[in-house]
C-alpha cells in the first residue's frame, strides 16, 4: 500500500531528525552558555550558524532516507518532493522537540513532552481513525499537525 509508505517515509524523517538532537541538546546548552560567558560570539551569530548546520544536517538525513525508500518501497513521486517534505516535518518536530527539552532541562522528561506532541499527531493525521470519527470540536487540531500536511504533500506528488 502506497500510503503505508508514504507515512513511513514521513515517520522515519521524523525520527531520523529529532532523535539524534534529543541526545545532544543537553551538551550543546551547555556548550553555548560556557563559549558565550567567554566572548567567542554572539547569540544572533550563535543561532544563525547552528540553523545553517542543522538545515543542511537534515536535508542530508531526509535526502538518504527518501532516495532509499524510493527504491526500496518503489515509490514513483518526484525525488525532490520527498527530500524536502521530509526535511521540512523532521525540522518542525525537531523544532518542537528541542523547545521541550530545553524548557525542562531535562532530557528524559523533555523526549516524554516531545512524544505527547507526536502522538497527537498521529492520531489527527487520520492514520489510526478516518478524521471524520474524531468529534467535530477537536478537528481543527488536524490543521497544527505537520505530520498531516506532509503526508497530504507527499500523497499530491505520489498520486
Keep these: 500500500d502506497a500510503l503505508g509508505e508514504i507515512v513511513l517515509v514521513c515517520v522515519g524523517g521524523i525520527i531520523a531528525t529529532a532523535q539524534p538532537m534529543m541526545w545532544k541538546a543537553h551538551y550543546t546548552r551547555e556548550q553555548f552558555f560556557d563559549e558565550f560567558n567567554h566572548g567567542s560570539y554572539e547569540v544572533k551569530s550563535f543561532l544563525t550558524a547552528k540553523f545553517t548546520l542543522e538545515l543542511l544536517h537534515s536535508l542530508v538525513q531526509a535526502a538518504v532516507a527518501s532516495f532509499a525508500s524510493r527504491y526500496i518501497l518503489g515509490l ?50 487520520g492514520l489510526f481513525y478516518h478524521i471524520s470519527r474524531i468529534p467535530v470540536w477537536l478537528r481543527w487540531i488536524q490543521h497544527l499537525c505537520p505530520l498531516k500536511h506532509a503526508i497530504n504533500v507527499l500523497v499530491y506528488w505520489e498520486f
Aim: proline residues 4%; positive net charge.
Design 76 to 125: 514513483t513521486g518526484l525525488l525532490p518532493a520527498y527530500v524536502m517534505t521530509a526535511a521540512l516535518v523532521g525540522l518542525a518536530f525537531t523544532s518542537t522537540s528541542l523547545f521541550f527539552a530545553e524548557a525542562t532541562r531535562r532530557q528524559k522528561l523533555g523526549g516524554l513532552l516531545a512524544f505527547l506532541v507526536f502522538l497527537p499527531q498521529l492520531l489527527f493525521a
